[in-house]
């Protein structure tokens, strides 16, 4: 795990996934804001052992970006530990809430194509990133729609192409864009 401050009250956590990591930004107001929550062991390899470190008592909300299993794993231990209120868009929100709908969605047509040991392989390692466990989504955001808080506002912007429902996350103050997977290896752009 790597940390790094990129503006007064902004984090960035690098947390562990294969060889590029998953970046998730901690917004430090009188709430704290996680963005993204990565998957199910992120929370346990990162987030915790950060929030410790930093002293920081808690996460308030978690905003998700998009509703794959590498940005969502996480919602249920965040939830559970600290009663985070999970944030999301329409879209996303059913990936969240119903775990197995992101397999039966994304890799189950693949079935007929791979050799039985090799989707039994994808379906698990899909379940290691989700977990197995459902999590409620708490309240809704789109692209327009903006939350202020003391330091900054921030904006939801759609984000098509890489998922239905993808939402980029920009802080005009600090001209700081969260884009999720919207721009494919560049989660977090300070322009």
């Given at each position: 795990?790597?940390v790094?401050?990129v503006?007064?009250n ?11 990591g998953?970046?998730?930004?901690l917004?430090?107001?009188?709430a704290?804001f ?7 062991s992120?929370?346990e ?6 929030m ?8 308030d ?5 998009h ?15 600290y009663g ?9 929100a059913?990936?969240i809430?119903d775990?197995?709908?992101?397999f ?5 047509k693949?079935i007929?194509?791979l ?12 379940y290691?990133?989700?977990?197995r ?16 808080l ?10 098509p192409?890489?998922?239905d ?7 005009r ?9 919207g721009?494919q290896?560049?989660?977090l752009?300070?322009?």
């Amino acid at each position: 795990m790597r940390v790094m401050e990129v503006a007064e009250n902004i984090h960035i956590i690098h947390a562990p996934y294969y060889d590029i990591g998953i970046i998730l930004g901690l917004l430090v107001d009188e709430a704290v804001f996680l963005v993204e929550a990565g998957t199910a062991s992120t929370p346990e390899e990162a987030v915790f052992p950060y929030m410790e470190k930093a002293g920081l008592k808690g996460i308030d909300r978690v905003i998700i970006l998009h509703g794959h299993q590498d940005h969502i794993g996480g919602c249920k231990a965040l939830k559970d530990r600290y009663g985070a209120e999970i944030i999301a868009d329409r879209v996303a929100a059913p990936f969240i809430e119903d775990p197995d709908l992101g397999f039966t969605t994304f890799f189950k047509k693949y079935i007929h194509y791979l050799p039985p040991d090799r989707f039994k392989e994808i379906e698990k390692g899909y379940y290691l990133e989700r977990g197995r466990e459902p999590c409620n989504v708490d309240s809704y955001i789109s692209g327009g729609d903006t939350l202020s808080l003391s330091w900054g506002e921030i904006e939801f912007i759609d984000g098509p192409g890489h998922m239905d429902g993808l939402l980029c996350l920009y802080i005009r103050s600090d001209k700081i864009l969260f884009s999720s997977d919207g721009i494919q290896g560049l989660s977090l752009i300070h322009i």
